[in-house]
């Protein structure tokens, strides 16, 4: 397997990566069959996993998977999710970050993360707080890189003007949606992160198993069922994926496949993460490393989905406050009144 600088961090790593969500109650439980899997991936020539303290199960399996070959693998983990119902232990305040990143490396069974993100952005915490206390660690050892996930166009900006002007460790990655149903991250997202010199990885290249060619038109499945993945029912997505399924059968590929090698074909892309629930899943992803699409193949992708759109968004993808909060795009009635 090839490698890629991890933006401008000196860092090599993978165009594929290991997310780690599945190890837990979310998929599977079983530590000797992770063990395994982890061990597979890694023979395999992948060097960095990716998990997250909101399913902390997940971190401490990767923890116990990786003993005796911690310096093998460019470790990433994130924090800023809600943990329980306390309201402070969530988002990037230095009193939560001081905290959660103590758990995540009691957890992942080591003295230091090479990747900590913020796993979303915190529009409650001044972005110097969170820089001010990410540089800390950085200068204390405990982490080796920051970044942030599905941080919109704008605050990467600002992150980057505040980390400049105040002498702060700046965030040298972006975690990311992208794939061949939601390209809306052409526009701004992937162009800022190069411009900024940012490595980018990308979560659910595979959006949510809607490109595994589990869910079809006309057939039930336990994807459809779902009620976590509202997009899923979204008919135009059934529809791009039926153009999609079709394409694949002409090339000769598995649908997944086209799928990774679509978004690791893109100059800004450093790495996409793949999540397999069993050891069958995990070599099917893997075969899909060193594929490479023609440019041919690449233009029908463009004229199912065109570059910088969409059809429809998942769920867990990021929603700026504005659009959340009526009162944050409607002046109040008087003032409309007087305009």
Known sequence: MHYRPLGRTGIQISPLALGAMMFSSFGNRDQAEVDGMVGRALDAGINIIDTADA?????????????GRRDDVVLATKF????????????GSRRWIMTS????????QTDHIDLYQLHRPDPQTDIEETLSALTDLVRSGKV???????????????????AERRGLERFRTEQLHYSLLDRT???????????????????SPLASGMLTGRVRRGQES????????????DERRIDAVEEYVQLAAEVGIPLTHMALAFVIAHPGVTAALIGPR????????????????????????????A?????????????????????????????????
């Not at 399913?55 to 003993?67: C, I, Q, T």
């Not at 080796?144 to 505040?162: H, L, Y």
């Not at 059809?311 to 002046?331: F, H, N």
């Open 55 to 67: 399913y902390a199960e997940s971190e401490e399996m990767v923890g116990h998977a990786l003993k």
């Open 80 to 91: 800023g999710r809600p943990m329980g119902d306390d309201a402070n232990h969530r988002g």
């Open 101 to 108: 990143v103590e758990n995540s490396l009691r957890r992942l």
């Open 144 to 162: 080796r890189a920051i970044g942030t996930s599905d941080m919109p166009a704008s605050d990467i900006v600002e992150a980057q003007w505040v």
């Open 185 to 203: 991250v052409e526009r701004e997202v992937l162009p800022v992160a190069e411009r900024y010199g940012m490595g980018t990885t990308i979560w």
């Open 222 to 233: 336990d994807l459809r069922r779902t009620r976590m993945f509202a997009a899923l029912r």
């Open 278 to 305: 069993t050891p069958a899943q995990l070599d099917d992803l893997l075969a899909a490393a060193e594929l490479t699409l023609s440019d041919e193949v690449l233009d029908r992708i463009d004229a199912i989905v």
């Open 307 to 339: 570059p910088g759109t969409g059809v429809g968004r998942m769920d867990q993808e990021y929603t700026t406050p504005p659009l959340l909060s009526a009162p944050l795009r409607r002046r109040p009635v008087a003032e409309r009144s007087a305009a």
